[in-house]
């Protein structure tokens, strides 16, 4: 099995920041690609920011220019630095990562979630 853990969220004022981690571990042959995903009540979950094994990045367009997303392979983890936060951004934070576990079968795992809170 393979563990996503996610640290880091809470309540932040407007215009705060906020930096949130996913670690993954368990039985991971690779990780190809980890993403952060957030969900408001009676939406779909959205993709937030991603990042590739190869350091390629992809943000939402309601994002881009605020958060940051970085990545550490050798810990098979991820950074997500949120800045300039909105009330809008109020949202559970889902971890996601994709590629393959020990048994080379396909791996897709989720974070439990974290609650971020944009708050005054």
């Known amino acids: 099995q393979v563990q996503l853990v996610e640290s880091g969220g809470g309540l932040v004022q407007p215009g705060g920041s906020l930096s949130v981690s996913c670690a993954a571990s368990?039985?991971?042959?690779?990780?190809?690609?980890m993403g952060w995903y957030r969900q408001t009540p009676g939406k779909q979950r959205e993709l937030v920011a991603s990042?590739?094994?190869?350091?390629?990045?992809n943000y939402a367009d309601s994002v881009k220019g605020r958060f940051t997303i970085s990545g550490d392979n050798a810990k098979n983890t991820m950074y997500l630095q949120m800045n300039s936060l909105k009330p809008e951004d109020t949202a559970v934070y889902y971890c996601?990562?994709?590629?393959?576990?020990?048994?080379?079968?396909?791996?897709?795992?989720w974070g439990q979630g974290t609650l971020i809170t944009v708050s005054s």
């Open positions: 990042i590739t094994a190869g350091g390629i990045t």
């Open positions: 996601n990562a994709e590629g393959l576990d020990s048994g080379y079968r396909d791996l897709d795992a």
């Open positions: 368990g039985n991971i042959f690779r990780i190809y690609r």
